[in-house]
């Protein structure tokens, strides 16, 4: 009987806009197609936070409060809450310590990680080391995303792709071989070039310029940029499966970053993974950012059983990447 103390998803809820941008709006606002963006990415529709004086930490914290309620738990009992996000609400403060206050957190301390697409691989990784060495039992790992605060809507190369989300999980100490069990956590400062913002931060303050420039938005040269996404994603799946002993056959649910449909099937392809084990929403959501991943275990939650092998997998700017391996807890 396994004693030692890993850190498991013992919840999972998400929140989503309820207003959809769906591919025929973007064929009135740039000069695209649904067939283009549908053979291209796999992206039908995502959806856009338009509710006044919301921001990300407003998607979060209704996340948060869900997972709160669905898990039976009270605000006061967490003890951490990290926020996986590249669109905090405010370049500072952070954007975990507004979301505990406005769900009434007061017990717990928070901060947010910004590794972009790959936030919450590396959020949920840093939140399991406290739960492990037994320092905190309850801590949430958030992963939320207002993108259209910094996607230029006449910039077909990226307006397609990106839209809002949250989703948060729990973590909390499991003694019976569930939980996390490893990870793989990877970066290449010099990809910062390929995918970035390129003002509004330090190296080039906001101003008149910038803004008539159009730098306050996400930019990326996206071809490159998918390159390296099927080379980093398969490669750490790859690696944590190879030291965990684990085929293809024991793993029941691969989770990749919804990033390109075809960088999906092109990692699965790599990895011999049949599709029917590999979590979608892509066309639903388009890429969430730090959101895709808890998005997909909020929607196949149901799906899920006790003991079930699942890697996590997701590439973003930075560059950031990696693989996390967990078994399912519930
Ligand atoms: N509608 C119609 N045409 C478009 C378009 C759109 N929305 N966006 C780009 N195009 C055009 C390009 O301008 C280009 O035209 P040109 O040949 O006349 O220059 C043509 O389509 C092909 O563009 P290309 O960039 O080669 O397309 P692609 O097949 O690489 O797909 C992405 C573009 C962005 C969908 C794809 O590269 C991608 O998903 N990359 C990964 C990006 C990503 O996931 N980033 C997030 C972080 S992980």
């Known amino acids: 009987m396994p004693t030692k103390i890993r850190a498991a998803i013992t919840g999972v809820h998400g929140w989503l806009p309820e207003t959809k941008l769906t591919n025929l709006d973007l064929e009135k606002m740039v000069e695209t197609s649904d067939e283009w963006i549908v053979s291209r990415t796999g992206i039908k529709e995502r959806r856009i936070l338009k509710t006044p004086n919301w921001a990300t930490s407003d998607m979060a914290a209704e996340a ?8 039976g738990h009270k605000p006061g009992e967490i003890d951490l809450l990290i926020v996986a996000t590249v669109t905090a609400d405010m370049v500072f403060p952070d954007t975990a310590n507004t979301v505990c206050d406005k769900i009434g957190a007061k017990n717990a301390f928070g901060f947010d990680i910004n590794a972009a697409c790959s936030g919450f691989l590396y959020a949920l990784s840093t939140g399991a080391q406290f739960v492990q ?3 905190y039992k309850k801590v949430v790992v958030v992963g939320a995303d207002m993108m259209s605060s910094i996607i230029d809507y006449t910039d077909r190369n990226t307006c397609v792709i990106f839209g809002d989300g949250a989703a948060a999980v729990l973590l909390e100490p499991r003694k019976d071989g569930t939980g996390i069990q490893d990870f793989i956590l990877r970066g290449d400062g010099s990809g910062r070039e390929l995918l970035h913002m390129k003002a509004g931060g330090s190296l080039k303050p906001a101003s008149l310029e910038t803004v008539m420039a159009r730098e306050h938005y996400a930019w990326q040269d996206g071809k490159r940029v998918f390159v390296h996404a099927v080379k980093g994603m398969t490669g750490t799946c790859e690696e944590v499966m190879r030291r965990n002993h684990l085929t293809i056959d024991d793993v029941q649910w691969v989770v990749p970053h919804q990033a390109n449909m075809r960088i999906i099937t092109s990692v699965a392809e790599h990895m011999n993974c049949p599709m029917e084990k590999v979590m979608l929403n892509i066309d639903k959501y388009g890429n969430t950012t730090a959101a895709t991943l ?9 799906k899920l059983k006790k003991g079930d092998n699942i890697i996590l997998t997701a590439f973003g700017g930075g560059f950031t990447w990696g693989a996390v391996y967990l078994k399912w807890a519930y």
């Open 64 to 71: 948060v409060k869900g997972l709160l309620e669905k898990t």
């Open 133 to 135: 060495n037994e320092t």
């Open 294 to 302: 808890p998005l997909c275990l909020w929607d196949y939650e149901s």
